[in-house]
């Protein structure tokens, strides 16, 4: 995989961050930088408020940071749909304890993607 991920992290951010639990809810993202597989630099961004737009405000947020995957524990389906209409492919983390450990499982392949079936949280169901 190549291209930017995005995960919802407890403060301060970083690769030692826990993963935030929702990602509309999060404090911020630990925006990792991925390149032919391997874990190339990262940075943290702020949340955007959820009043602002609700569940879409941070899907067209990280879109326009040029993300391309979301690592996520919880997601209604309105924010999946609007991931999945921005391109961005979004990822099950939940059994990942920090930000550093659910990036290495994507890498590896291990983590799921997220499908109709496989939200929670939101409206939709």
């Given at each position: 995989?190549?291209?930017?991920?995005?995960?919802?992290s407890?403060?301060p951010?970083?690769?030692?961050?826990?993963?935030?639990?929702?990602?509309?809810?999060?404090?911020?993202?630990?925006?990792?930088?991925?390149?032919?597989?391997?874990?190339?630099?990262?940075?943290?961004?702020?949340?955007?408020?959820?009043?602002?737009?609700?569940?879409?405000?941070?899907?067209?947020?990280?879109?326009?940071?040029?993300?391309?995957?979301?690592?996520?524990?919880?997601?209604?389906?309105?924010?999946?749909?609007?991931?999945n209409?921005?391109?961005?492919?979004?990822?099950?983390?939940?059994d990942?304890?920090?930000?550093?450990?659910?990036?290495?499982?994507?890498?590896?392949?291990?983590?799921?993607?997220?499908?109709?079936?496989?939200?929670?949280?939101?409206?939709?169901?």
């Amino acid at each position: 995989m190549t291209g930017l991920v995005a995960l919802p992290s407890n403060a301060p951010g970083g690769m030692d961050a826990g993963l935030g639990a929702h990602f509309g809810h999060c404090d911020l993202y630990t925006l990792v930088e991925v390149e032919d597989g391997q874990i190339k630099s990262s940075k943290v961004v702020p949340n955007v408020p959820h009043q602002q737009g609700g569940c879409m405000a941070p899907v067209q947020y990280l879109a326009g940071q040029g993300v391309k995957a979301l690592i996520a524990g919880g997601m209604g389906m309105r924010p999946l749909m609007g991931f999945n209409q921005v391109g961005i492919d979004v990822y099950f983390g939940g059994d990942s304890t920090t930000v550093n450990e659910a990036v290495q499982a994507l890498l590896q392949g291990s983590l799921p993607r997220f499908t109709q079936q496989f939200t929670c949280g939101g409206g939709g169901h």
